[in-house]
């Protein structure tokens, strides 16, 4: 099994910064793409930034240029640094990755129990 455990999260305030923590742990053989994922009261969860094992990096288009994603795979910790934030960047943001087990085949997807990020004055 893999648990992830989020980080970071609190109240900031507007055109303020928060960078997110998210580690992976158990009986971990490797980790394929991980990514940061959010929910808002009323909407569907949506995803954020991705990255892969090898760096590459794909956002949405709400947090281009805005929020910057990365990892550290000797460490199977990821990040989210969070910059010029929002009142509508408010959300539970949730880490997740794939990843495969020394007992598994295949990768699965994992989630964590995700973090609060409010952003208001």
């Known amino acids: 099994q893999v648990q992830l455990v989020e980080s970071g999260g609190g109240l900031v305030q507007p055109g303020g910064s928060l960078r997110l923590s998210c580690a992976a742990s158990?009986?971990?053989?490797?980790?394929?793409?991980m990514g940061w994922y959010r929910q808002s009261p009323g909407n569907e969860r949506e995803v954020v930034a991705t990255?892969?094992?090898?760096?590459?990096?794909n956002y949405a288009d709400s947090v281009k240029g805005r929020f910057t994603i990365s990892r550290d795979n000797a460490k199977n910790t990821m990040y989210l640094q969070m910059s010029a934030l929002k009142p509508d960047d408010t959300a539970v943001y949730y880490c997740?990755?794939?990843?495969?087990?020394?007992?598994?085949?295949?990768?699965?997807?994992?989630w964590g129990q995700g973090t609060q990020v409010t952003v208001s004055s």
């Open positions: 997740q990755c794939r990843a495969r087990t020394y007992s598994g085949y295949t990768g699965n997807d994992y």
């Open positions: 158990g009986s971990i053989f490797v980790v394929y793409t």
């Open positions: 990255i892969t094992r090898g760096g590459t990096t």
